[in-house]
DNA sequence: GAGTGGTCTAGACCACCAA
DNA sequence: TGGTGGTCTAGACCACTCC
């Protein structure tokens, strides 16, 4: 079953044995897997080896691990959609379903503006900016962590209060109009403190997208960082075929 | 500097530690980190600690290691862009470089079409489907991973040699009409297989569309998984405001 | 208290790279 | 040849869960 001379590692090829069981519906979902002192016995080789290559189905998204308790074989569990190629496909989606989004705030305060983020909004080095942190959530269920930058010209009265709601309501309340928004998407290993307020695992891939919004009239309204929580919700939008 | 009776993990605290030169500075892209041997010796921890920690910024993306070599801050690249809202994004931007997109085909295959393909494709069990792998490339740096199901009553005549160029061109000329495509995107850990396609070390993270493709007409033509290739491209879209 | 996973160690052998 | 990272071991202590 498992060849020590190969040049294969070793938890590699356990991994292998691993999924395949999983794939084949040897073990099905739901299930405990075999601990990591019985697969180290078993295949005679140690715990931590054993440890690497559930670590890495962990990872992939395929076995949850708790202490004392064990490693299980995921559920395939029923995803809420929601569209990525709106801005306010979050708020929609919760509407639709007759809730209200329960933001939470984790950062809110005024900054000069870093060099990198100046050119990005058009401002000068050294102007004030909002620098906001932002959770997202159904029912204590992190969909979104939210990182913004917005220039303190645009929105001079922001309060931490008016980011409890809607944050695009309260701008457009002020009477300024917006526009698209330009996102560029890729897949990230979060920092220690996104999963923690995302109520992920270490090292989990996820969703980051990068977004850089406008007014309607051109001016860059807003620069974010979104970081999409896969575990509970799925992303989708449309591609054009021509 | 490193805290032993910390509940924070040592590895933890390491990363961090080399989190920080690196964003301030103090180790700038393609400077060598400090060996394990020397990190273990530094912080008087063991070596398996050390490189915990160095694995965990591998992932992560901000550096690179080589065996014999020495682990290195990758740098920031230029990457190309590809619209991933348009399903021949990839053709099109190589063609406005004035170059031709170079598929390897990994796998052309007629089969009997799986239970859950044939829910998707809205076809019978056991009839026959087409399935594919192929590398989309650009100067042999791989953009995309590609696998793709299509039934085989649709496309008769299919040859491996059909997908060389653009599969939508060969379909086109056949007089059928492609129309859109619904994307399911997500940050995934792919398997080695594809991350070795890709050129990609283990467990680095990737995006995946999920596509169901259709037909002007309304019928469903393919089902395809896209794996996109973070390290020299990226991926943009537009998002709507209202 | 028994079993689980989480962390850490000190040492070993290997493959690879550069000088 | 010396230094690097890649793998693996046998053992240890801990925190957690469940009974």
Chains 1, 2 share one sequence.
């Not at 069981?21 to 979902?29: A, Q, T």
């Not at 701008?171 to 307020?197: C, T």
């Amino acid at each position: 079953m498992i060849d020590k001379n190969s040049h294969i590692p070793i938890y590699a090829q356990l991994e292998n044995i691993l999924l395949e069981m999983i794939e084949s519906g040897d073990l099905k979902p739901g299930d405990m897997i075999p601990s990591e002192n019985e697969l180290s016995k078993k295949y005679s080789i140690s715990r931590m080896t054993a440890k690497k290559a559930i670590d890495s189905l962990t990872i992939k998204g395929l076995v949850e691990r708790t202490q004392g308790k064990g490693t299980y074989v995921c559920s395939i569990e029923k995803k809420i959609e929601l569209p990525i190629n709106r801005l306010r496909g979050f708020t929609q989606k919760v509407c639709e379903m007759g809730l209200t989004p329960e933001n939470k705030v984790l950062a809110f305060e005024k900054m000069p503006c870093p060099k990198n983020i100046c050119k990005i909004l058009g401002i000068k080095e050294g102007e004030s900016i909002w620098r906001m942190e932002r959770v997202r959530q159904i029912d204590e269920v992190p969909a979104v962590f939210e990182e913004s930058y917005i220039s303190v010209k645009l929105l001079p009265n922001l309060k931490e209060k008016n980011l409890l709601k809607s944050k695009f309501d309260y701008i457009k309340s002020l009477g300024l109009e917006i526009g698209n928004s330009e996102r560029e998407i890729s897949a990230e290993i979060p920092s220690d403190y996104v999963a923690s307020a995302l109520k992920l695992k270490r090292n989990e891939p996820i969703l980051l997208a990068e977004n850089i919004t406008y007014l309607k009239k051109g001016t860059v309204l807003e620069y974010s960082k979104i970081y999409y929580n896969q575990k509970k919700y799925k992303f989708k939008f449309i591609a054009e075929g021509n």
